[in-house]
């Protein structure tokens, strides 16, 4: 099972290499930190927190469209090669992905507390598995909701961790069906929820044509920072993502996100609970899966 400290006879000083790296990783790169706690969404999502998600390879989940735009990997590979010196065959990928995305979130100014270790990794990753299990942002508010409860996640769960698009990039491509430009550049809103001031900046950023690779910050107001403005952003209908809007608008999900608005410490409290569950789901322990010894590639 996952225990506090498990590597502390055998490895030390584990989380203290993974948050050295993953420190001087963001430095460097600010945008380090957003890519490390979605690279932990969508590995615990598919398979659980298992770092099936790294694996390289023909079909495997990062080949998939829904996780080309991923990122972090080389900070992962980076921690892995200290851990490798330190203490060979010792940390799991699944331990380094869930602690480095702990960390990213505390470096960017939020909550920083201790997260349970002991994950194994896996050996399966297949393309076809990341489609069913990760949220579209076109899903209506019931569809998330089925999806997060199969992994035992709550609605105050999916307010709660939403709350990550508080830091982050997005590319055009995921919002761009929430409105259209006509030939003489006028706007015009499909998504009508939308504030229209917003989506005329959207529509500048991300103009017909734009290159594939252009960025928009998901909380254009504090864009490098983990706070509660996200939910500050949905209740003036400036949430990036159709499924962000959502949480807004539903009577089921608007209570906490005016309370998360309200109260930077509220979100910061059910961040911690949350955050413990999304790193929990499906975990592999003991004599499951192995400990890889280079991130990218099963034994
Ligand atoms: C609930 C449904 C969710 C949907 C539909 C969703 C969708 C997306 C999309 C489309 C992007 C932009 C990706 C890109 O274009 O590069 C994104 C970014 C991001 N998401 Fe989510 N997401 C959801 C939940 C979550 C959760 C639960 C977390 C983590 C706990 C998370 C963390 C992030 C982060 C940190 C980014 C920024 C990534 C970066 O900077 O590279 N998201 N999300
Ligand atoms: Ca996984
Ligand atoms: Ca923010």
């Known amino acids: 099972s996952l225990s506090f400290n498990f590597y502390a006879i055998s490895c030390p000083g584990a989380e203290f290499m993974v948050s050295n790296t993953v420190r001087s990783a963001s430095s460097a790169d600010p945008t380090i930190p957003g890519k490390l706690l979605r690279l932990l969404f969508h590995d615990c999502f598919v398979e659980g927190c298992d770092a099936s998600v790294l694996l390289q390879g023909n079909e495997t989940e990062r080949s998939d469209p829904a996780n080309t735009s991923l990122g972090g990997f080389s900070v992962i590979d980076s921690a892995k090669r200290v851990l490798e010196i330190f203490c060979p065959g ?86 761009s069906d929430r409105f259209r430009q006509d030939s003489k550049g006028k706007l015009t809103l499909i998504d009508t929820s939308l504030d229209s001031t917003y989506a005329e900046e959207l529509m500048k950023k991300c103009p017909a044509g734009a290159s594939t690779s252009t960025t928009v910050s998901n909380d254009p107001e504090t864009s490098l920072a983990f706070d509660n403005q996200y939910y500050t952003n949905l209740l003036a209908h400036r949430g990036l993502f159709q499924s962000d809007s959502v949480l807004a608008k539903d009577g089921r999900t608007r209570k906490q996100v005016e309370a998360f608005a309200n109260d930077q410490e509220s979100f910061f409290r059910s961040w911690r609970e949350s955050f413990l569950k999304l790193t929990t789901i499906g975990v592999k322990t003991d004599d499951e899966g192995e400990i890889r010894q280079s991130c990218s590639f099963a034994n």
């Open 90 to 175: 010792t940390v799991s990928c699944a331990d380094i992905v869930a602690l480095a995305a702990r960390d990213a979130v505390a470096i960017a100014g939020g909550p920083a507390f201790q997260i349970p270790t002991g994950r194994r990794d896996g050996r399966i990753s297949n393309a076809a598995n990341v489609r069913p299990n990760i949220v579209d942002t076109s899903f209506t508010m019931d569809e998330m909701t089925k999806l997060f409860s199969s992994k035992g996640l709550s609605l105050d769960d999916l307010v709660t961790l939403s709350g990550a698009h508080t830091i982050g990039l997005a590319h055009c491509n995921a919002f």
